[in-house]
């Protein structure tokens, strides 16, 4: 029997590890999938394991820090996932880091265009980071998860004008800062 997101919560709050090895099961390729789209070319396999470990882990240790009311839970994992794999990116391009497959691949095929494509997509992530709630919300359940604005409106609370106005001014708002970069 599938709990509700709720129900998940509370038994993880009461330390029920199979409540917590079944939100695993059931959400571990959804957020290998997050963090493996930021990390796919410049990380290994064990740095996008890492950003799932560390999603489940935040959700064992801190179960209170979900709220239901804003999001369906395996949509909270996900976004933490994927600002997981952010992060680690942000670490690896820190130290200038790049995996040897990603230097061989570039340098092989003479894929300077394709890199440059990748570096706008880690930037408009970053873009992304930088957004307040709802703003971030909205454009990941909009251009991420495919959902309509009829639907971000009521899993948000929200009215459909005023998703359509966030997303207006919010696909400026990362325009504008994305040419600034």
């Known amino acids: 029997m599938r709990l509700r997101d709720e129900q998940v919560i509370e038994a993880i709050r009461n330390r029920d590890e199979a409540v917590m090895a079944q939100v695993m099961n059931r959400y571990a390729r959804l957020l290998w999938s997050a963090a493996g789209s930021v990390l796919g070319r410049t990380g290994s396999e064990q740095d996008i394991e890492e950003c799932v470990a560390d999603a489940f882990i935040l959700l064992w240790q801190h179960p209170e820090r979900y709220d239901p009311r804003r999001g369906k839970l395996k949509t909270w994992l996900a976004l933490i996932a994927r600002t997981n794999g952010i992060n680690r990116w942000r670490e690896q391009k820190r130290r200038g880091t790049v995996s040897l497959e990603e230097a061989a691949l570039a340098q092989e095929r003479g894929m300077e265009e394709q890199l440059e494509q990748a570096e706008t997509g880690r930037a408009l992530e970053a873009a992304m ?19 309509k604005p009829r639907e971000i409106a009521k899993s948000l609370h929200l009215e459909v004008r005023q998703v359509d106005n966030y997303l207006y001014r919010t696909k400026r708002k990362l325009r504008s800062m994305l040419e600034q970069e």
Do not use: C
Request: net charge negative; no cysteine.
């Open 129 to 147: 980071e930088e957004l307040g709630e709802p703003e971030r919300e909205i454009m990941i359940r909009r251009y991420h998860y495919g959902q």
